[in-house]
Every structure is written in C-alpha cells, then in structure tokens.
C-alpha cells in the first residue's frame, strides 16, 4: 500500500518535470475509470472521446499541480466532472443558438421554437425549485456570470462548496429536464 503510494508520487513528480513517457503511463492507468465515468454523464461516445481530450491536455497543461494534491483520485473525478459539464453546456448553448436560429427560419420551424420556449420553462420551473441558496448561487453564476471563487468570497463560503452547489443545480434541472422528455 505505502509502495504503491510512493510510486504514484514519484510518478507525478515526474509527469510534474514534464515527463511524457511518465504522463503516457499514468494516462493508461486512469484512463479506463476516466472513460467510465464520462459515459455515465454525457452518454454518446463520441462525446466521451472529446470530453476525455480536454480532460487530458488540462491534466498536462496543469500538470505542475499533480504533486500537491491530497486527494488526487477525488481531484481527477470533480476534473473530468467539470469537463463533462462544459461539454454538456457547450451543447446546450449550441441548442439554444440552433433554436433561435429556426425561429428566424421558415414558418414550419414553429415547432422547433415552441419547444425552446418549453425547455426554458422547465428550465425557469426548476430553478425557482431549487433551494434558496442553492439557486443564489446557480444564478450567480449563470446569470451574472460569476467563477466559484468569485461566487465563494461574496457569499462567504468554500469554492468547493459552491462547485458542488452548482453541480447539484445543474444535476436537479438535468434530471427535470430529463422527465419533460427533452434530453
């Protein structure tokens, strides 16, 4: 157990330095629980494929970092958890502009608007269910485009604190969304 704890660390010390072979093991290593757990949120594969590319060139952008983490598995999982939810963003957004796109378009796209005109109801439903501070910070951040460390130092509260908060919101609307039909 102490020896496996030793090696991951001299491995890290050396993707840390730059170390590219280092780096090519370590992404063996995690890669097939990475895989796992962005399939069960973003579900597609080739959705899985990108959202695992960004996953690692941030992890060897920011590689630096690998050798003072505590919680390096729980580091890993909330990185590519963050990743998935840009994806997810990223589609919604790409949704939205697509919808808005087809209200401009001919007269047999109503359909098309009336159904973003849905899903923002839902959307808007779901944040007014969620908890008082819970939607504080999801509007916060969605609304007045505010980072977690900024959202944090107003409210007083941890960042990770809120990164979870914010998860948790956006899980709750996802899975409104989901028995609506429209995901």
């Given at each position: 157990m102490h020896?496996?704890?030793?090696?991951?660390?001299?491995?890290?010390?050396?993707?840390?330095?730059?170390?590219?072979?280092?780096?090519?093991?370590f992404?063996?290593?995690?890669?097939?629980?990475?895989?796992?757990?962005?399939?069960?949120?973003?579900?597609?594969?080739?959705?899985v494929k990108e959202v695992l590319q960004e996953f690692f060139i941030k992890l060897w952008l920011h590689r630096d970092k690998l050798t003072g983490i505590e919680h390096l598995r729980a580091y890993l999982k909330r990185m590519a958890l963050n990743e998935c939810f840009t994806y997810l963003n990223k589609q919604s957004n790409l949704r939205h502009a697509d919808i808005e796109h087809a209200e401009n378009a001919a007269s047999n796209e109503t359909e098309a608007a009336l159904s973003y005109r849905e899903t923002q109801r839902i959307i808007a439903e779901a944040v007014k269910a969620l908890p008082a501070q819970r939607r504080q910070i999801y509007e916060m951040s969605r609304h007045q485009g505010l980072n977690a460390s900024e959202i944090a130092e107003t409210l007083q509260l941890s960042s990770s604190y809120v990164r979870n908060t914010i998860s948790a919101a956006l899980q709750f609307i996802r899975e409104r969304l989901k028995r609506a039909g429209k995901l």
């Open positions: 020896d496996d704890f030793y090696k991951e660390n001299v491995l890290l010390a050396r993707i840390a330095e730059g170390d590219e072979e280092a780096f090519s093991l992404f063996r290593m995690i890669s097939p629980g990475m895989s796992m757990l962005v399939r069960n949120v973003v579900k597609r594969e080739e959705a």
